[in-house]
């Protein structure tokens, strides 16, 4: 007898479709899973056996074979336990349900019948709500990463002997209620920016960045609180949304990292070391993971020293930086993951970290200065809207009263009013828009007009520092940052001047 089911596997962050087929031959008794399986899979059969015993069923002495189709489709995982199981019970007429819910099957069964959660539960529960009467059984340890969807039946189960006695119940199957309220987790801020001495200038242009999703790249000796500006990030940026939520989630979930049940409770903020190889911070492997940058999608990715990053992992940066996406073509797999993030990197001014120390020597000649800074390129260093330098702190800036510096919930204040203001003005756009970084060439020409004054001041900046026309463009959505935060409709010539002395190492020819 064959009996098929229908489940479901990831490519990327979209779901395909797997009908599982299960035969009972006559024959010596053996159990063989072909479709293209890898390991995890091939090793469902000893599961499969142990937890249809366990749970008071007989495993046919028969020849079991079990088809993943299509077959040219690789299979990876163990979302596909539940299904063979089930398969199995329904061709050997162990079970004989009063009804066939038409819906997909996922869970990875432990050897006493229980159902264990799975990776990837909220990209492909996310995928199939798109489709029209989608309903999916799963793990109930799943449930609450996936329940705030909508355009989904949900099913979930704690183990075998549940569904096989759902299935034999009377009546419609009732799927559970879908939350509907959701609240992000409390704010832990490592770091708030009263805490941090001195440093007006990188505190401003931290602003700037939340304020409108610019990438920040800190230049300074040691010590000067560039570690701490970065930490502080996260508590200046906009709230935590459930739409932010489910975009971030989804990625942790088929990395396998979600710490616990549920959502993110906060932005991620992702530190890898500097010596990460290409393939973790990109992602990447045999069959293609999300890396280090997809993992801070609609977070912060901070990268300090950067200029001991490795050459190929820096420069593959560029098309996620200007895209929001990464696309990595592996042998055996495609994938495609987002990678919307805020890059915020840090780095010495030289080789020995005191140039331009008011107390300390530097002892780097103008080559390793210059061979050190260049390990950073051109089109790398364009795509890196604001560009600051951070100065040795003095006594008096030491010995300031914490009472007096600005809290984080003050400028996040600010930086929520700039946004509300960008979200208001993108409102009607055709292709969805988040913040001033991400203006494309038409919009950038509709909403980013300065006055003459300040078409004067860039046009003498193009000229005397040799801008590149990605390096003007990210001038001009800085600006429009800088005015939203003061909440000018126009942007004015001191907002031109402000974005202008953002680019530190093109205003030094990068020293």
Request: proline residues 6%; aromatic residues 6%; glycine residues 8%.
């Amino acid at each position: 007898m064959i009996a098929k089911i229908e489940s479901a596997c990831l490519i990327g962050l979209e779901a395909a479709r797997v009908q599982v087929e299960v035969n009972l031959a006559k024959g010596m008794p053996s159990f063989s899973i072909v479709g293209l399986p890898d390991a995890s899979v091939r090793e469902a059969k000893d599961r499969v056996v142990a937890a249809i015993r366990n749970t008071g069923f007989e495993f046919p002495s028969r020849r079991v074979t079990v088809n993943l189709a299509p077959a040219d489709l690789r299979k990876e995982g163990a979302c596909f336990d539940l299904a063979i199981a089930v398969g199995i019970l329904m061709a050997s007429e162990a079970i004989s349900p009063k009804r066939w819910p038409r819906c997909l099957w996922l869970g990875e069964l432990a050897l006493d019948g229980s159902i264990r959660p799975v990776r990837g539960a909220l990209p492909l529960a996310r995928s199939l709500s798109r489709q029209a009467n989608s309903a999916l059984v799963l793990p109930s340890g799943n449930l609450e990463e996936v329940s705030y969807l909508s355009g989904i039946k949900l099913f979930p189960f704690l183990n075998l002997l549940g569904v096989v006695q759902w299935l034999h119940a009377d009546g419609a199957p009732e799927p559970v209620v879908r939350n509907t309220v959701w609240k992000p987790g409390a704010e832990v801020n490592l770091v708030d920016l009263s805490e941090i001495k001195g440093q007006v200038m990188a505190k401003r242009a931290l602003e700037i960045s939340a304020a409108g999703g610019h990438n920040l790249l800190m230049i300074g000796p040691p010590g000067t609180g560039k570690s701490m500006l970065a930490q502080a990030l996260p508590g200046i940026l906009p709230s935590w949304t459930l739409q932010d939520a489910l975009d971030a989630t989804q990625v942790h979930s088929i990395a396998g990292v979600l710490q616990g049940p549920g959502l993110l409770p906060r932005r991620p903020y992702r530190s890898p070391h500097h010596s990460v190889s290409a393939v973790a911070l990109l992602g990447g492997g045999d069959i293609p993971a999300p890396g280090e940058i997809s993992l801070a999608h609609r977070g912060v990715l901070f990268l300090d020293e950067l200029p001991e990053f490795r050459r190929d992992a820096l420069e593959a940066l560029r098309q996620p930086l200007e895209q929001g996406t990464i696309h990595i073509h592996r042998a055996r797999g495609r994938a495609t993951y987002p990678s919307d993030f805020l890059l915020i990197a840090a780095m010495n001014p030289c080789p020995c970290g005191y140039r331009g120390h008011p107390k300390k020597e530097c002892e780097c000649s103008g080559i390793k200065i210059q061979k050190y800074v260049g390990k950073i390129s051109g089109p790398l260093l364009d795509r890196v809207d604001l560009q600051v330098e951070l100065t040795a702190l003095n006594v008096e800036e030491l010995f300031e009263n914490k009472k007096e510096a600005e809290s984080s919930a003050s400028v996040k204040a600010r930086v929520e009013h700039a946004r509300a203001i960008q979200e208001e003005r993108y409102r009607n756009e055709k292709y969805s828009l988040r913040d001033n970084a991400h203006l494309w060439p038409r919009a950038l020409a509709r909403y980013c007009a300065f006055t003459s004054e300040g078409e004067t001041i860039l046009k003498a900046a193009v000229e005397r520092l040799g801008f590149s026309a990605r390096a003007f463009d990210r001038i001009r959505k800085v600006a429009r940052t800088i005015a939203d935060l003061e909440a000018s409709k126009t942007i004015e010539a001191r907002h031109i001047a402000e974005a202008i002395h953002y680019r530190c190492l093109d205003r030094q020819v990068r020293y």
